[in-house]
């Protein structure tokens, strides 16, 4: 299969990097198209001789909507991000990022080695103007709603105005991800009162009050505010933010199967929970971390998206998705708006006293 044109509404998969195979993210495209109206074009970056036999098997192969842009090589998981960049010009990941810097595609959605993709998003697709460092968003579920964690680990070592920004990228995104149409913004420290936390907190949280026309700035939200629908958006910086996504993610599947395990461990609890079947399955479709898919890292002049390296067919359609709606509201233009605004306005503080 050869590429058969791409337009404003494409989206590159490298189709190589995940821990599943390329075979998986076939199926998850396979899905997309049943259940994604908005889905038009796509093209799989990857080795045709594996791609081509995967897309007839999915029944894909007269799709006019699919092509595949053939690349020889693959950056593994265990590759050092920039080395990988340099050595391996022709990998899946690389020409998919290509792709979105000419314009034949509008979104990058990856499985692939973390690092090699955030390097190469920056280095190739440069950060959109008025902003220093790009952030790395994701969707946390909750009980009553999600909310969005920027930065969760792509700027571990941010300034006051880094945080200000990703307010504003988090404030967009969570438009587009959540569909709310004011999101309640809350900078994650250690305690609510004034002065609380650390120097970068402290400036950070009077730099956003000094903005709190352009956010909705809830004030400064501590750890156990997350899940208590306080806020919208979690603004931290890229050191502190990972260490909450993956702490999250770890005492879910931590709690998970706990509860599996209590739940079997004799025939009357087995008999209980047949009986909460329904709201076993209600809290699991609630709080499935697979509905979201994909983490975008905003702030570039193009989009690309993160899937989790074991990312399953349903998260990553989940994930195409996610990359429709980026394109459908330009997401990107309405960040560089918004920032533009939000650089004159400090600007303008930095000429006033701080209060």
């Known amino acids: 299969m050869e590429d058969k044109g791409a337009g404003t509404t494409t989206i590159a998969i490298d189709a190589m990097g995940g821990d ?14 049943s259940r994604v109206p908005k889905l038009e074009r796509t093209i ?3 080795r045709k001789e594996i791609l081509d036999p995967l897309i007839r098997k999915a029944g894909l192969a007269d799709d006019s909507r699919v092509s595949v842009h053939h690349a020889t090589e693959v950056i593994e998981m ?10 391996k010009k022709d990998s899946s990941m690389v020409r998919a990022i290509d792709l979105v810097k000419s ?9 692939g080695n973390t690092g090699s993709l955030m390097a190469g998003g920056t280095i190739k697709l440069r950060v959109m103007e008025g902003v220093d460092r790009p952030a790395l968003a994701t969707v946390i579920p909750n009980k009553e709603c999600h909310f969005v964690l920027i930065d969760a680990g792509a700027n571990p070592e941010a300034r006051p105005e880094h945080l200000v920004h990703n307010a504003i990228l988090g404030k967009i995104y969570s438009k587009v991800a959540l569909g709310i149409e004011d999101p309640r913004i809350g900078l994650l420290t250690i305690g609510t009162e004034e002065g609380k936390g650390n120097e970068l907190t402290h400036q950070t949280h009077l730099l956003l009050k000094k903005v709190s026309h352009l956010v909705n700035y809830q004030g400064p939200i501590e750890g156990f505010h ?29 709690l998970k199967e706990y509860l599996k395990e209590e739940i079997t461990r004799n ?6 929970a047949l009986l909460s079947m329904g709201a076993f399955r209600a809290m699991k479709t609630q709080l499935n971390p697979d509905h979201y898919g994909g983490a975008p890292l905003l702030g570039l002049r193009g989009n690309i998206l993160k899937a989790h390296g074991s990312s399953n067919r349903e998260a990553i359609m989940n994930a195409i998705r996610i990359g429709t709606e980026i394109i459908a509201q330009d997401m990107n233009t309405h960040m560089l708006d918004e920032i533009r605004e939000v650089n004159e306005a400090l600007r303008q503080a930095e000429a006033s006293p701080i209060l």
């Open 78 to 87: 265990n590759d050092k991000p920039l080395q990988a960049l340099k050595r």
């Open 226 to 254: 997350l899940f208590q629908n306080h806020v919208d958006v979690v603004v931290c910086d890229g050191f502190v933010g990972n260490i909450v996504l993956k702490t999250c993610e770890s005492l879910f599947h931590a």
């Open 44 to 46: 799989l970056t990857g």
């Open 103 to 111: 314009g034949q595609a509008k979104v990058l959605l990856s499985c």
């Open 20 to 33: 599943l195979g390329p075979e998986e993210v076939v199926e998850a495209l396979k899905l997309a198209y």
């Open 267 to 272: 025939p009357l609890r087995k008999m209980g």
